[in-house]
Nanobody
Framework: QVQLAESGGGSVQAGGSLEISCVLS????????VAWFRQVPGKEREGVAV??????TTYAEDVQGRFTLVASARKTLTLRMDSLKPEDSGMYYC?????????????????WGQGTQVTVAS
């Protein structure tokens, strides 16, 4: 059974950097597309970035050029976040689906982590 575990997160000043990581266990990492979503209270969960098993990546327009996905051999997908803005704050969730996809829709993914909080102070 696939399980996702997020780590990292925390608080940072605007303009700063932060990394959050997601470990996929229970299956072969490269067989999955893994994505990051974020959510703030009262709003829908939105896609941030996704990496397919072949390494192809897609980023949401508002994070393009500031966020970077990095995969490691230890079944970990790290989201490096630079030039953070207060509007980047939220609960960040890792999601996965078997296959190589470039989708950033919440209804597309069938495995989810518990989330990790990111707070960017102005």
């Amino acid at each position: 059974q696939v399980q996702l575990a997020e780590s990292g997160g925390g608080s940072v000043q605007a303009g700063g950097s932060l990394e959050i990581s997601c470990v996929l266990s229970g299956d072969i990492f490269r067989d999955y597309s893994v994505a990051w979503f974020r959510q703030v209270p009262g709003k829908e969960r939105e896609g941030v970035a996704v990496r397919a098993g072949d390494g192809a990546t897609t980023y949401a327009e508002d994070v393009q050029g500031r966020f970077t996905l990095v995969a490691s051999a230890r079944k970990t997908l790290t989201l490096r976040m630079d030039s953070l803005k207060p509007e980047d704050s939220g609960m960040y969730y890792c999601a996965a689906r078997r296959g190589w996809w470039q989708m950033l829709r919440t209804d597309f993914f069938d495995h989810w982590g518990q989330g990790t909080q990111v707070t960017v102070a102005s």
